[in-house]
């Protein structure tokens, strides 16, 4: 090697879903470069700026190169590796034997891979023996999660590549900013309408994205079930409902018909906002084609309705027929980095691996047996996020925390942080001393994405493989290492490799058979086809009938790639699901199953193979306007910062982009308070006030101010945001609540 340049390494961005594929060469004076990576299908060599900079955060000049531990006097300071976990397991212990498993919290993020998320999901249930583990993700994308179950069967957020989005003859995005969100994304888009299709973006800002669109309907934050249950109602009358599509491959028509034709289009308009022109025009570019999608992000999913929210969308597209059929469909665009993945895995508070549900007893006994353990040994479902960070001090007194930042990003985060210190203990693992890590008692430095080999689940479902491209600094060592040691120091030695390749033969065995099937593939496959499509069993030698995984019923094997249908063998003893150790079972098989690309085409995933619509109606929003808060406030992100900033605001570069925090309001608004350009304005909701200056834009209602969300302090939107929760997916309510708006003398406070 010495003397050799060094090669390349193909590799994924470590931030968000889209995964884009770029090359990384770690020079010998310790630099990384990031290069083009053209092969990778996604975004063809384009990265964004994010991913551009991203080895900035691998420099040891802004990450945590050694362990941290609370000192005597309250302050943080360097200690040893023995010394941290040691202290961890002797808390965690001790908060176990006093208080029961229950109060030993775990909180996951997105952002980690399958392995990781695979690990810390094990580790809570077989270690630590609780059931109170959940993660970021909930913030996400569960309120689409929830629906694309309820009505598919399935849940997997684009259920084709977005290389059909291009052959598609109209896209209605809701709720997303992917011009700033997943820039390189945007060729789909632009490629779709050069061939003549057309895009209508629902935002009520005119963002990047809707600045593209040939329609962009603003409606009033909050109310795009409405918006949904109108289109549908002019779909009914205008006579274009797809009458055979509806008969032969949905269920639940006639009650969601009725509830849709409650909603009046002048009724929709008073409370949207949006004109009725503009819902005919809507609805006659959906149906003209022969194809269109519908595809939601945070903008509709993040409000306490969520859940019904996307089911309203789904519906639009069952009843016109764009579901389950060539280029057409519903999909949401997940977010993080492993959004996907990190919800399929066991992290999730009602989850076991392979998308298996916690409650069912056929799904315990399988995971059990992977894992070894009594099948009754495994707790039942936990809260979700916002209830066990909302617990922390009372019920749950010790938190272990990977992947996530809630100082910053929990809604109503003043009241998280306080809960947060409440603790009897917080033991963090981060790249960088977050805003959390800040109030931990112990900070675990962990390695980066370019420093260890793991795999991530993209917004397609596509499960990619991160190579190793660099040795990490001294003193820092991966979450695998960290959950080994701790669960070594609590008595389980087996069972928690640190190698990620072995965690993911362990992942693809309890995996088999569930929704999310992965045990068909491989590292090497990873590698060498540039991702694999989930659902992707390992395939047997002699199945003339064969079980499908998802669907639950006998079916003749089709073309993989044409067909919905993955299939694996009717007994449920696979190769791959039986405790044979894997690199065996890879020896044993004779082919392999390609991937599924498309979902649907053929069956949905429910029992009886047909797409489910549902009953929903409008209701207001958790928090409506009055006179004291007269405002709505809506939150979201900008191109150059990434979530709560942790990585992001370490870059120098992006920090100049996008320097703080700022309230987006329309001059009419502006010029109601006063206010001019980059004048400090204080933002005050029910939960509090924070500060940042004016940026005035015509693009946003007048009715509603935006801010992002990425910084903490003075700016901190999420001082503001109501943690209201959708019944089901338990989302909280990020994208509206009720503020009033006032100026602060004198420029210096903003
Ligand atoms: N630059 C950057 N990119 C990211 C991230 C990041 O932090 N920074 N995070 C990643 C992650 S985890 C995620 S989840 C995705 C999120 O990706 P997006 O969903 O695209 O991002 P947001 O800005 O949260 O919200 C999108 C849009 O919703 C609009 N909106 C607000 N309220 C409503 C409403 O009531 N209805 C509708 N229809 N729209 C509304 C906002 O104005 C905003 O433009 O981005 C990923 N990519
Ligand atoms: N107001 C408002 N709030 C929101 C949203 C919104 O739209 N509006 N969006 C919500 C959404 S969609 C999301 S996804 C959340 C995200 O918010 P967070 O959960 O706070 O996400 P990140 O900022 O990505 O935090 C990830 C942390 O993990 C660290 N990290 C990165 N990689 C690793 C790793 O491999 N191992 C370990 N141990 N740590 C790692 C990072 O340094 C960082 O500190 O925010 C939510 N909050
Ligand atoms: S769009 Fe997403 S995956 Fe692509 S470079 Fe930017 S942050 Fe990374
Ligand atoms: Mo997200």
């Not at 908060?95 to 909180?107: C, H, I, M, S």
């Not at 060729?187 to 050069?194: D, S, T």
Request: charged residues 20%; aromatic residues 6%.
């Amino acid at each position: 090697m010495e003397g050799m340049p060094n090669a390349a390494t193909p590799t994924h961005c470590p931030y968000c879903a889209l995964q884009c594929g770029m090359n990384l060469t770690a020079a010998a004076d310790g630099t990384v470069e990031v290069s083009e990576r053209t092969d990778f299908p996604v975004n063809r060599g384009a990265l964004c700026g994010k991913g551009r900079t991203a080895p900035e955060v691998l420099s040891s000049r802004v990450r945590l190169t050694s362990p941290l531990v609370r000192s005597a006097d309250g302050t943080l300071v360097a200690a040893g590796w023995d010394e941290a976990l040691d202290r961890i397991a002797a808390h965690l212990s001790r908060v176990r034997d006093t208080y029961g498993p229950d109060a030993l919290g775990v909180f996951g993020g997105g952002g980690l891979t399958n392995e990781k998320a695979y690990a810390l999901g094990k580790f809570a249930r077989v270690v630590l023996g609780t059931s109170q583990i959940d993660y970021n993700g909930r913030f996400c994308m569960s309120s689409a999660a929830a629906a694309g179950t309820k009505a598919f069967g399935l849940d997997r957020g684009l259920p084709f590549p977005l290389e059909d989005i291009p052959r598609t003859g109209c896209v209605i995005l809701v709720g997303s900013n992917l011009a700033e969100t997943m820039p390189p994304s945007l060729r789909f888009f632009r490629e779709l309408r050069e061939n003549g299709g057309t895009l209508i973006v629902v935002d009520p800002r005119r963002t990047r994205t809707a600045e593209q669109a040939d329609l962009h309907l603003a409606p009033r934050p909050g109310t795009d079930l409405a918006l949904a249950l109108g289109l549908l109602h002019l779909v009914v009358a205008e006579g274009r409902v797809d009458e055979e599509y509806v008969r032969e491959r949905t269920s639940g028509w006639e009650e969601a018909r009725a509830a849709a034709m409650a909603h009046w289009p002048e009724q929709v308009e008073r409370l949207t906002g949006v004109s009725v022109p503009d819902l005919r025009e809507a609805v006659r570019m959906f149906c003209a084609p022969e194809a269109a999608m519908v595809l939601t992000a945070r903008g509709p999913e993040q409000q306490s309705k969520g859940t019904d929210t996307v089911g309203a969308w789904i519906n639009l597209c069952l009843a016109t027929g764009r579901a389950g059929r060539p280029l057409s469909g519903y999909g949401c665009l997940t977010g993080q980095g492993n959004g996907q993945g990190g919800r399929e895995h066991g992290q999730k508070a009602d989850q076991l691996p392979g998308y298996r549900k916690l409650t069912d007893p056929a799904a315990r006994r399988h995971v059990a047996e992977v894992w070894g353990v009594d099948p009754d040994s495994l707790p039942g479902p936990g809260r979700s996020a916002y209830e066990l960070l909302d617990a922390l001090g009372t019920d749950v007194r010790s938190l272990l925390l990977m992947g996530s930042n809630p100082v910053v990003s929990a809604p109503r985060a003043a009241h998280v942080e306080e809960r947060l210190r409440s603790l009897d203990f917080l033991a963090v693992c981060d790249v960088v001393l977050s805003e959390t890590a800040e109030l931990a008692d112990v900070v675990l430095p962990v390695t980066q994405w370019a420093e260890e080999s793991g795999t991530t689940t993209s917004l397609e479902g596509r499960v990619l493989l991160r190579r190793r491209a660099l040795p990490p600094p001294d003193g820092v060592r991966s979450d695998l290492e960290v959950l080994h040691a701790l669960a070594d120091r609590l008595g389980v030695e087996k069972g928690f490799p640190v190698d990620p390749e072995e965690v993911f033969e362990e992942l693809r065995r309890a995996s088999a058979g569930g929704p999310a099937d992965y045990s068909g593939i491989t590292y090497r496959r990873l590698a060498e086809e540039n991702g694999v499509f989930w659902p992707c069993p390992a395939p047997v030698s002699s199945a003339t009938s064969v079980m499908s995984a998802t669907l639950g019923t006998p079916v003749t094997p089709a073309t993989p790639a044409a067909s919905a249908a993955p299939v694996t063998p009717a007994t449920p003893a696979t190769p791959a699901a039986s405790a044979t150790p894997a690199a065996s079972v890879s020896a044993a098989l004779p082919d392999v199953h390609p991937g599924t690309p498309r979902l649907f085409l053929d069956r949905f995933a429910t029992d009886d193979g047909r797409a489910r619509f549902v009953a929903v109606s409008h209701r207001p929003a958790a928090e409506e306007t009055d006179e004291e808060y007269p405002v709505l406030l809506t939150t979201g992100r900008v191109v150059a910062q990434y979530q709560s900033g942790a990585q992001t605001r370490r870059v120098e570069e992006l920090n100049a982009a996008a320097p703080g925090p700022f309230v987006e309001l329309h001059p009419r608004l502006a010029a109601r308070l006063g206010a001019a350009e980059g004048d400090p304005l204080a933002v005050v909701s029910r939960r509090g006030r924070a500060v940042a200056p004016a940026r005035i834009t015509a693009g946003i209602r007048p009715d509603t101010v935006f801010m992002p969300f990425h910084w903490p302090g003075e700016g901190r939107a999420n001082t503001l945001t109501n943690p209201a929760l959708d019944p089901t997916s338990r989302m909280p309510e990020f994208k509206v609540c009720a503020v009033r708006l006032e100026t602060v003398g004198g420029r210096e406070t903003g």
